[in-house]
């Protein structure tokens, strides 16, 4: 550079340092004002699930660390439970970690209720996004009769919990309508295995609507001419499903998948009705509701050690697939 | 022949074979197009077809397996209709409740993911971490506290109580389908609007939003199915009031000439005229879940 | 900054909602109050409780009765009173309770002691349910309604009803192709613990000693009473799908004309004699259970009704009490309508009765020698403790002995051990 050129990069530079603080305190200024604009814009849904589901979460907290009245001893003259409520601090917790119980108690069930849990997860969710994404394609095409296809798939999400519940346990029978098409004689709710392909393969049916819907959103906002252009550039199919398609419905595939995840971790209805929580079917959900007819604060505990299970696999999952929702840039798509 | 009309000759020869391969090719990937679907269609509807089946069934062939109708009647439809069931109440309260569910849900839903998407501020993380921490507390546990807290304010056994935990729980879905929405909308053109003269929220309603269309529709029938859906704690806090349980309530209320008796055939019958207004909604909704972006918004 | 002011305000929101929860008056009402009352019940399945109603509110009109219906559950019906009585609502003033849930509802302090002013004459009624509805020395129930097992046979094929579980296994060889010889119910729920309940009585066992309170079940009769049912299924005199059967599938079983033998409660008479698809309708009898060396004992079902201690009109309530267990409800209503059995032993002994339902005779013996499920405030886990062994020793992968050890030490820990 010569000394004019250099001078002039000089003044060029001042000058373009100092739109860049003009920009910064631009950028500030209007973070300001978004700040505020945003907490408004939030506040009511923050304020309705702190009310909502903030509340019974302290309560239960507040519940596990106290004497549960059923656990308080029995007045032996009246026959009546003694008062419980003095603080007992982790007791309840540590029970459920550590029982020793007897086969056939509560306390026994919660490391098979977290296997079971885990499991009903992991095979579930990994059916219902291949099933998903496949039945999103397929919506997603230009065909004649596609509102009856989208509308036959939407079924199964459509149908209320309890009735699909019942539906199942009919067809499960051993001598329901499934063993009577398939030829088969297996007894689905009579042995551990069979009784959790039954609950996995009704929720399957149930919730891989759910996953293909979002993800079908997702693929509406992917633009044809990039499809187009990678054709020309001589890609095949799976190429451009993997290349082009997962990528960009990716932030709507892991919305589904997380969401999936912490409803499944959650399940109760279907194998509550389908098996009763028989042959190793207890989720976490199930155990709860069985120790609430015993003990309520151990109940309570259960549940927020449930929480905390579901908190960490979040945490997890969000972690490993970034899954980022915050973005506040648009996302330029490159061609 | 000239070069060129050898040219022509040749590829007038070569062409169809060329043609047919192609033509091949592409019947062989329709036809399994086709059957992926006809396979997928037949999965969603075949245990649908069976609950219809069932719902014209009489009552003492409940366990009856031949997959055509046979005993028809429709005493089932007749009997869920009758007397104590209050079931048309119940779908009149269900529908009620999933449409407020619903109204609420995209408002509260949409303005809060808008700032999630749009907006730059400080606790952003905290704030997805606590919504998304809503959707994370088994429903079982939240039974006893809201029954308590709604008793108290004497709220049992009204629309409110039903309306107000079914929003709590649709809500987070709601957010994280809506912000991740609208982090993928092109924010040139509210940009663009605004240097037009609009303000950021005309911006927003007339640009963004239309743009964002699939996504709402999408996180509305989520909503709404999920209002619908919900059992555990409209059965507690409706309270066996027939003129707010929804219809989730009302089918555990079917019951055969005896408690032990599962009456299945009502509970199909019941689960038939549940899913068809649904699915006529989504047939006239379909159209609006599946529009891309329009044409022209986008290119630059 | 802004967002902690959000977080001040739903905070304050909270813990005033807290507060005004913790605040709600719980004054226990007095006894003696006169008024309106709502009587709480289950699905009304057979129909009886109109009726019954409308008469009482007739006789009474300024202390009229509601009848609230819960679902058909029994699942259900427990939590949803365990729920209001929790919450202390004076709006359930009567509760029907199953006999299994009267123990753990008096002992947690929700129910009106059935004595003094409220105290009820049993003379007049049959000793099992008398025996269900009482904890403690004291009754805390009216029974009102009551079941007990019975035994269903293919008089077809077996013209004298076994009496002996070895006469039953004999009598197997009778069945025609295609059939199994004995069912009952053993998914893993309540009707499991009936079943095998009663298999332990009917070989001289017990589950708790008569303090009701110290298990006694890992003894050498009540493992014989248990391997009754085992071997059926390891021998294949139970045929194997019946490890998912409640009542109606088994029911169903008998009626299509599969089972030999069916141990289920009084309700199928009306639909083995009157469903359209009966194959057994003129083809079966009735009789009490077998024992391990003669007849063997029913378990009690039934409802009984209870006071709530939150009702404001307990006076009513009482009286509402005494009408359904008069002579005339009894045999009219709940028997000739409801086709439940009742509790007064007079209706037994009616003509016409016995004449619409004539395995009457059997029942009244079935219910008065029925011995109860134990009577304890933690009967959840103690059935919790049974279905779930007595399941496992179903299915052959737990030994009946460590079953029995298990219920054992399971009775042991539910009561605070």
């Known amino acids: ?335 | ?300 | 900054m802004h967002y902690r002011r959000v977080l001040v305000v739903a905070v304050a929101a909270v813990t005033t909602v807290g507060l005004a929860a913790g605040c709600s008056s719980s004054k226990k009402s007095g006894g003696g109050g006169r008024g309106p009352i709502t009587f709480v019940t289950g699905k009304d399945t057979s129909g009886v409780w109109p009726a019954i109603a409308n008469q009482w509110n007739a006789a009474h009109p300024n202390e009229k009765v509601t009848v609230k219906q819960q679902s058909d559950q029994a699942d259900q019906q427990h939590d949803d009173i365990v729920q209001h009585m929790q919450a202390k609502d004076p709006g359930y003033d009567i509760v029907t309770v199953d006999v299994i849930w009267t123990a753990e509802f008096a002992a947690k302090g929700w129910l009106v002691p059935l004595k003094g002013q409220y105290a009820i004459d049993t003379s007049p009624m049959l000793g099992g349910p008398v025996k269900a509805a009482t904890y403690n020395g004291t009754m805390y129930a009216a029974p009102f309604a009551s079941d007990g097992g019975l035994l269903y046979y293919r008089k077809d094929l077996v013209p004298t009803a076994p009496t002996t579980w070895s006469e039953l296994i004999s009598d197997c060889a009778k069945k025609t192709s295609g059939m199994g010889c004995y069912g009952g119910q053993f998914s893993q729920y309540e009707g499991l613990t009936c079943n095998a309940v009663e298999s332990i009585y009917g070989a001289g066992g017990t589950v708790v000693k008569s303090d009701g309170k110290t298990p006694d079940v890992n003894t050498p009769q009540a493992a014989e009473g248990l391997n009754f049912l085992v071997n059926g299924f390891k021998q294949g005199y139970i045929p194997k799908e019946a490890i998912t059967w409640t009542e109606e599938p088994s029911r169903e079983a008998f009626q299509s004309g599969k089972l030999l033998f069916l141990r289920n409660w009084p309700y199928v008479y009306a639909h083995l004699t009157g469903d359209a698809n009966s194959q057994v309708k003129d083809k079966f009898g009735v009789a009490p259970l077998p024992g391990s060396s003669g007849l063997g004992t029913s378990t009690l079902g039934g409802h009984s009704a209870a006071i709530s201690v939150y009702s404001k009109h307990q006076g009513t309530a009482f009286d509402f009490l005494k009408f359904i267990e008069t002579p005339d409800i009894q045999l009219n209503q709940f028997l000739k309508v409801g086709t439940l059995a009742p509790v007064l032993k007079a209706p037994y002994t009616d003509p016409t009765a016995i004449a619409k339902f004539p395995y009457l005779p059997t029942l009244q013996k079935s219910i008065d020698t029925a011995i109860p499920r134990p009577v304890s405030p933690f009967y959840p886990a103690i059935t919790q403790s049974i279905q779930t062994n007595v399941y496992q020793a179903l299915q052959g992968s737990l030994p009946v002995q460590s079953a029995l050890q298990n219920i054992q030490a399971g009775i042991t820990k539910a009561a605070g051990g």
């Open chain 2, 1 to 300: 022949m000239t070069a060129a009309t050898q040219a022509a000759t040749t590829s007038a020869v070569e062409l169809p074979k060329v043609r047919r391969r192609r033509r091949w090719r592409f019947n062989m990937r329709a036809v399994g197009r086709t059957l992926g679907m006809v396979i997928i269609v037949v999965w969603c509807l075949a245990p649908f077809y069976w609950m219809v089946v069932t719902s014209f069934r009489q009552v003492d062939y409940t366990y009856d397996n031949a997959l055509l109708p046979k005993h028809v009647t429709f005493d089932n439809y007749k009997a869920i209709f009758q007397g104590n069931n209050h079931f048309g109440r119940a779908l009149i309260n269900s529908v009620i409740i999933g449409t407020v569910v619903t109204v609420f849900a995209m408002i509260v839903g949409v303005t809060c993911a808008y700032a999630i998407a749009r907006l730059h501020f400080r606790g952003k993380f905290a704030v997805l971490g606590l919504i998304l921490a809503a959707s994370m507390f088994p429903g079982v546990a939240l039974v006893t506290p809201l029954f308590q807290f709604f008793t108290n304010i004497h709220w049992l056994g009204t629309y409110q109580a039903l309306i107000i935990p079914d929003l709590s729980f649709a809500l987070p879905l709601c957010v994280y389908v809506l912000a991740s929405f609208f982090t993928q909308m092109p924010w040139d053109l509210e940009q663009a609007a605004k240097v037009d003269g609009a303000s950021p929220g005309q911006a927003f309603r007339l640009v963004i939003l239309p743009l964002a269309a699939p996504g709402l529709f999408t996180a509305a029938i989520l909503v709404f199915l999920s209002a619908w859906n919900e059992f555990l704690l409209a059965s507690q806090l409706s309270n066996g009031n027939p003129n707010v349980a929804p219809v989730t309530y009302a089918i555990a209320f079917f019951s055969g000439s005896d408690p032990r008796i599962v009456p299945y055939t009502s509970i199909m019958a019941a689960g038939v005229i549940i899913t068809i207004p649904l699915v006529i909604v989504v047939l006239l909704f379909q159209r609006r879940i599946i529009s891309g972006l329009t044409a022209g918004g986008v290119k630059g």
């Open chain 1, 1 to 335: 550079m010569t000394a004019a050129t250099g001078e002039k990069a000089g003044q060029e530079g001042q000058v373009g340092a100092g739109r860049e603080r003009e920009r910064r305190r631009r950028r500030a200024r209007a973070s300001q004002g978004d700040s505020r604009l945003a907490w408004r814009l939030i506040a009511p849904t923050i304020i309705l699930l702190i009310v909502v589901i903030g509340y019974p979460v302290v309560y239960a907290v507040v519940k596990s660390l106290q004497l549960d009245k059923a656990d308080a001893g029995i007045n032996p003259s009246t026959g009546f439970f003694q008062q419980g409520g003095k603080f007992v601090g982790l007791k309840y917790y540590r029970y459920w970690f550590n029982c020793n119980c007897p086969n056939g108690t509560n306390g026994h069930e919660f490391w098979p209720a977290v296997q079971t849990t885990v499991i009903f997860t992991v095979i579930t969710v990994i059916f219902e996004v291949v099933l998903g994404t496949m039945m999103a394609l397929v919506m997603h095409r230009a065909f004649k009769g596609r509102a009856i296809v989208r509308a036959a798939i939407l079924v199964p999400w459509a149908i209320p919990t309890a009735v699909t519940a019942r539906l199942w346990e009919y067809m499960f029978q051993p001598h329901g309508v499934v063993n009577s098409v398939f030829g088969t004689s297996i007894i689905w709710t009579g042995s551990v295995w069979p009784a959790r392909w039954a609950v996995m393969i009704g929720d399957i049916w149930k919730t891989t609507p759910f996953i293909a819907l979002l993800v079908l959103a997702g693929l509406q906002v992917i633009p044809d001419e990039l499809y187009e252009s990678a054709r020309v550039d001589g890609a095949n199919a799976w190429q451009r499903f993997v290349r082009i398609t997962l990528p960009l419905v990716k932030p709507a595939l892991l919305v589904a998948v997380l969401f999936r995840v912490l409803d499944v971790l959650r399940i109760f209805d279907l194998p509550y009705i389908l098996t009763h929580g028989a042959n190793q079917t207890t989720t976490l959900s199930i155990l709860a509701v069985n120790e609430l007819r015993s003990s309520q604060n151990a109940a309570a505990a259960l549940s927020t050690i449930t929480f905390l299970f579901i908190f960490l696999v979040a945490f997890v999952l969000v972690k490993i697939f970034s899954v980022n929702v915050v973005q506040t840039q648009a996302r330029t798509v490159k061609a």
